[in-house]
């Protein structure tokens, strides 16, 4: 196993360049779906391999559960200084179970309460009954609109609060729900939820949960720009929601974890940016000749390098732990 078994702890940081510069030369989709695919790959190996060292550390702890043949030396020498490193990756271990526990548990505690909580309200604004995205409007004095992702027996909702709406006009009022809805129809909880818990797995993850979670509001901010033809309009809506909901409060449910990502507006700047020049060709994958074309292959080849890793550590400590066990 040796030095395999730790490749996947630090080729993350192999990622760290096209996390930057991903946003600036992929159209939002492609970016954020790179990104999620990448973080979410890498989060798997780096947990295998604290696996991996937790089993070589279990088998040193006097009274352990697993067969005495698992404490050979051959098994102790698959990992260099064992006695240390294995011992370690208990808690690590234990630390990323938690975080992953907490982190769903979280998110599926405050969707179900926010589903409750909006039981009661009247939907309308969604011309199919069972379609996602219908609109929920909460008659509160702070701003605010987030998606609400569907499960649990209930659809998609689009919240929206009396003074986000009385601050928009009829036009950005439709900018407003069909960016939501493309939220909801794309799924990206699901993106936002995957980066958080590749982050809580390895911390060298955590700038990804900051790019995808503008990539997706890119993404969103792009459907709506289609839909309603007019990228211009798309920028003010964005704009002046900024503003508005700048230092107001935000609501209980669009603060909660798991949803808050959906609400917050991202880089406003940037995003305004990029509305006002022209859409973003729907390439996956960056041109040639280009920094992030470079940031893309090395990417990959961490990613390919960690899962390879990965694949050999397991394969060696399993080696050795048929061979150290008694029939």
């Known amino acids: 196993m040796g030095i395999f078994v730790f490749m996947p702890l630090v080729l993350p940081v192999t990622v760290l360049p096209m996390v930057r510069l ?3 030369h992929l159209h939002p989709r492609a970016a954020a779906r790179l990104l999620t695919a990448v973080g979410g790959l890498l989060a798997v190996c780096s947990t ?5 060292l937790m089993v070589v550390g279990t088998a040193q702890l006097p009274g352990n559960p697993l067969p005495d043949g698992w404490s050979d030396p051959e098994v102790r020498a698959a990992v260099p200084h064992e006695r240390y490193v294995g011992e370690v990756s208990i808690v690590a271990l234990l630390a990323v179970l938690a975080a992953w526990a907490r982190t769903v548990a979280e998110h599926v505690r405050v969707r179900r309460a926010a589903h409750r909580s909006l039981a009661v309200l009247p939907a309308r604004g ?28 209930h659809r998609g909702r689009v919240v929206v609060s009396t003074a986000m709406l009385d601050h928009l006009d009829a036009d950005e009022r439709r900018v407003l729900v069909a960016h939501e809805r493309a939220h909801l129809a794309a799924h990206h909880h699901r993106h936002l939820l995957l980066v ?14 900051d790019a995808v979670a503008y990539s997706v509001e ?110």
């Open 22 to 24: 991903a946003g600036q």
């Open 48 to 52: 295998l391999c604290l696996v991996l």
């Open 126 to 153: 969604a011309p199919d009954a069972t379609a996602d995205g219908e609109l929920a409007v909460l008659p509160d004095a702070d701003p605010y609109a987030y998606a609400l992702p569907g499960g649990f027996g």
């Open 196 to 209: 958080r818990l590749a982050a809580r797995a390895n911390p060298l993850l955590g700038p990804l949960r």
């Open 218 to 327: 890119r993404w969103a901010d792009e459907v709506a720009a289609r839909e309603l033809g007019s990228r211009r309009t798309v920028a003010r809506t964005v704009a002046k929601a900024a503003l508005v909901t700048r230092g107001a409060p935000a609501s209980e449910l669009a603060a909660a974890s798991g949803l808050a990502a959906l609400a917050e507006p991202g880089p406003v700047p940037r995003r305004v940016a990029a509305l006002l020049a022209p859409e973003p060709p729907a390439h996956s994958w960056p041109p040639p000749g280009t920094a992030a074309r470079l940031a893309a292959w090395v990417a990959a080849a961490g990613t390919a390098a960690s899962a390879v890793s990965s694949l050999i550590a397991a394969a060696a400590l399993t080696a050795a732990l048929v061979a150290a066990t008694p029939l």
